[in-house]
């Protein structure tokens, strides 16, 4: 079983649509979650830190799930430009470098 | 000037050829990092270094070597390059996140086609 595992999609939605993806992780004392972002053939960027209780971010809202041990992204009012790759990653606790752990990533095209 | 510099951005090359990539950054990060991206994986590390003195193997560093020219710049090697070493390659710095983790700062990447 892979460490971090996502749908690779891809999730084809209509603008204005929500949609969601979710990771999972294998690691229960895994202890930092994040969403990058990648837009075909460039760099990843951080998209934002997952946070125990939920967080938000504009039209971004990531959770965490500990029991089941995944991540979920909501995007909300879907734009053309959030077309994107969006990377899981995930720390586990190692207790020395804490490395990170990336997923495959789930493609989203959002189209008109 | 972007971040996170990566050279070249392309490369394509012959199996047994040695190829060094290079990356600097004005992040003025400690904290630098390879790691390589295929189709359908995840990114997988190559090696990363904590400062000038201080170089780590990470999960594939077999065929790999860098070399931490000073804090600035980071260098990987191709020793002797094989075909399934072509990939996307991603230079990235971090600085840690107080809330635990690090958030990396990529560099815009290396495609290298090894032929």
């Known amino acids: 079983r892979k460490e971090v595992e996502q749908d690779p999609g891809p999730f084809n939605v209509p603008e204005g649509a929500t949609v969601a993806f979710n990771c999972t992780y294998s690691n229960s004392a895994s202890q930092s979650f994040f969403w990058y972002r990648q837009d075909c053939r460039k760099e990843p960027k951080l998209l934002m830190s997952v946070y125990s209780s939920g967080n938000e971010d504009g039209r971004f809202t990531a959770q965490l799930n500990r029991a089941s041990q995944y991540i979920s992204l909501l995007i909300r009012d879907s734009k053309l430009s959030d077309s994107a790759t969006y990377l899981c990653v995930v720390i586990p606790f190692s207790g020395g470098y804490n490395k990170l752990i990336f997923g495959a990533g789930t493609r989203l095209a959002v189209h008109p | 000037d972007a971040d996170v510099t990566q050279t070249p951005r392309n490369r394509i090359t012959k199996t047994g050829k040695r190829i060094m990539l290079e990356c600097s950054q004005t992040?003025?990060?400690?904290?630098m990092y390879w790691y390589r991206q295929d189709p359908g994986l995840g990114l997988r590390l190559i090696y990363y270094?904590?400062?000038?003195?201080?170089?780590n193997k990470g999960e594939i560093s077999d065929g790999y070597s860098v070399s931490r020219q000073a804090q600035a710049k980071f260098s990987l090697s191709l020793e002797s390059a094989i075909p399934n070493q072509t990939a996307l390659y991603f230079c990235?710095?971090?600085?840690?996140?107080?809330?635990?983790?690090?958030?990396?700062?990529f560099g815009s990447g290396t495609q290298l086609s090894v032929l």
């Open positions: 270094s904590f400062d000038v003195k201080d170089i």
């Open positions: 992040k003025g990060h400690d904290r």
């Open positions: 990235a710095t971090s600085d840690s996140d107080r809330a635990g983790g690090e958030k990396l700062f």
